[in-house]
């Protein structure tokens, strides 16, 4: 069993930046790590992921604008978000499984085995 707990949540202007964390209890290197966003109303969606060779994906909303990394060393997971805006707002969860993130892959991450409690994330002016 392992668990995921993120930080580094917050409300910023459009423009600004975070950069969220997500510690987990055990190890993860040879785990798919993602992070994930919900917004009220909205399904929960995939932002990014990072295979176990560091290989990343990211949603097309995302690039070029967050950056995903991992320290399996410090078992930690990192999104760095740059340039918010409005509609990056909501509550976002990192999720981890032990095994290829293509294998069994669906847009809301319903696939991963284990997930975080979540981190608010509200970008307004």
């Known amino acids: 069993q392992v668990q995921l707990v993120e930080s580094g949540g917050g409300s910023v202007p459009p423009g600004g930046s975070l950069r969220l964390s997500c510690t987990a209890s055990?190890?993860?290197?040879?785990?798919?790590m993602g992070w994930f966003r919900q917004a009220p109303g909205n399904e929960r969606e995939g932002v990014a992921r990072i295979e176990r060779d560091s290989t990343t994906i990211y949603a097309d909303s995302t690039k070029g604008r967050f950056t995903i990394s991992k320290d399996n060393a410090k078992r930690t997971l990192y999104l760095q978000m740059n340039d918010l805006k409005s509609e990056d707002s909501g509550v976002y969860y990192c999720?981890?499984?032990?095994?290829?993130?293509?294998?069994?892959?669906?847009?809301?991450?319903?696939?991963?085995?284990?997930w975080g409690q979540g981190t608010q994330v509200t970008v307004s002016s």
């Open positions: 055990g190890d993860t290197a040879n785990f798919c």
């Open positions: 999720a981890a499984k032990p095994r290829a993130c293509w294998m069994g892959w669906t847009p809301t991450g319903a696939e991963y085995d284990y």
